[in-house]
DNA sequence: TTTGAGTGTGGAAACGTTTCCAGAGTATAG
DNA sequence: CTATACTCTGGAAACGTTTCCACACTCAAA
């Protein structure tokens, strides 16, 4: 059996209160009683139970992130800044990956994480109605990263801006003619960052006085395979775009693959900008929209924290991290 | 405040005990007892205290895993099946993210995770005695996902053989010049496959009296791009192989980057066959070791998770999980 | 010397459960 | 009608901490 801090306190001749106050570093202990102490513990290789602490101290110093998709690159570079600040300051990270609808409203409708938790991080899900009310109830400190809702805090990207900016690139390199590919626009778990990327996009052919043409907008599913189908269909078109914007880099990639297929030329023949930045974009040569998505992820992360060891003070609305176009071959061409 | 049993109980009419006893499904208890104390826990919202119940029951309904690189496709896979059969068992996941030795070494030194799991995976990190004597000392159930070590069960895939099938399938289409790029052999974490797999390599050509030239085995970095300048050195080389096989598919991506580069044809002038079966992989049309990530993430989740619920039972000792070769068009072309 | 503040310490209450134990009630067998 | 067994229930102990409170002591000021 493990020792307590009873037998603590016994072979180092204190009180239990003091071998409680050694352990929480209170500076009233003489120091030869904290030596003592710190010799006592060391000997009986004595660990506090943290399920006595957390029932006093009602503090888990635990906090969750619920996020879908665990797989996709995007998600899993955010976690990744997530957990490297959380593990910085201590903390533990509670993981809960969402892929279907029927999960979402497992852990919204139940809220199973709410004992366990000093704060909660939800990355990328938009929240309903239902869903912040019992939130709002429970009071548990919430953080969204890449999603947003009324009254909590968020870490964003502005997705219409750098749509914008990226399809005025294509632009400026004399493109008229430009699609738009990218996932369902209403996906089932409602994740919106399609729409907001396809009105950055408008709003851009509507700045340069382009017609917006509807058979230039493939909105249909995820992934490389998709974006390769979708851009079969547009270069299939009578009058097929000059340059193609992905939603993703993933559906980039597919463009790519099947601009290549037909022997034609990335970049040369038909442009290609995609949205993400992921690792294997720059070996593709791929211009593209980079999301500092470590960054995201630390960001929210720090948010929530501050916000634990500092209640008092409001976090901030709205956080919004700059992104930059990297330009590439895929939409200049080295001359 | 949040409602206790108290008041529960009270609200119900009943004793703590008997509220106790509807939470945890215990069969003595009058329907309509059940059914008043059940109304009750509705009205108030009630929710059970996490921490009082890990203290009396001592047991957190948590398990943890360290696994490193969590940005890695391979270990995010793993990682996937692990937090799906975890989730499904009612358990939390807590994850320790591991990018360098000092993390290793502070994670396994202080086992900070000590009062707070029930049980814990180690994914791919091969553990030293120091820190399998400080885990055995501990008595905390441990599972090990593709590594090894004396005595603690382990579910793994066989490398040297699944190497050996991957370089005779090469000789078998008429290759003998044969090259083998990888990772470093011993990087800093001692992850011991792209050495497991370099056996295999040897085995298969000792097996077809091919002579093994070290020329042709390059052991350098991980990642695509490593794997692209570990090909050009041997495509540099005065009698250059005319096949090579890479111990993952990121390394194998980077050879047909180079290549292609050089305008030769993957599969029709040289042939690449890497491991692992990542999603890219069969749009690359790699031929590669299929290896059954998410389920190799299951199945120690369930090892650990059955050993839990049966703590006397011995779990099995070593779980090889059978891979399979993916024969694509980058080692047979298509005719 | 007395007062007062300040420092170091220990005992005990409190946190919210689970579970042991005992008791009340009911049905069955002798 | 009593003895026995079984079911349902409630009180209270126990889990291992933190923290409140009280006490003893020291030291400086009055």
Known sequence: MA??????????????ATVSRVINGSPNVLPRTRERVLAAIEELG?????????????????????????????????????????????????????????????????????GRLDGLIVLSL?????????LSKVDL???????????????????????????????????????????PLYPELGISVNRERLIGYEAALRTHNIEICQDYIRA??????VGRAS??????????????????????????DEIQARGMQVGQDIAVVGFDDLEMSSYLQLTTVHQPMERMGRSGARILLDRLSNPDQPAPRRTVIPVELCVRQSSVPKS
């Open 220 to 225: 249909s599913g995820d992934g490389r395979e």
């Open 126 to 134: 938009p929240l309903g109605a239902a869903e912040l009310d019992r």
């Open 46 to 114: 004595y660990r506090p139970n943290q399920a006595a602490r957390q029932l006093v101290t009602a503090r888990t110093n635990t906090i969750g992130v619920v996020l879908p998709f665990l797989t996709r690159p995007f998600f899993v570079e955010v976690l990744r800044g997530i957990e490297a600040e959380v593990a910085q300051a201590n903390y533990q990270l509670i993981i809960f990956n969402v892929e279907s609808v029927e999960q979402r409203d497992r852990y919204f409708g139940h809220l199973p994480f709410l």
């Open 3 to 16: 020792h307590t801090i009873k037998d603590v306190a016994r072979l180092a001749g204190v009180g239990i």
């Open 231 to 256: 851009t079969k269909a547009l270069l299939n078109l009578a009058t097929p775009p000059t340059a193609i914007f992905a939603a993703s880099d993933e559906q980039a990639f597919g463009a790519m």
């Open 141 to 183: 400190p919430v953080v969204l990263i890449d999603t947003e809702a009324h009254n909590l805090p968020a870490v964003v990207i502005d997705n219409e801006t750098a749509a914008q900016m990226a399809v005025e690139h294509l632009i400026e390199h004399g493109h008229q003619r430009i699609g738009y590919i990218c996932g």
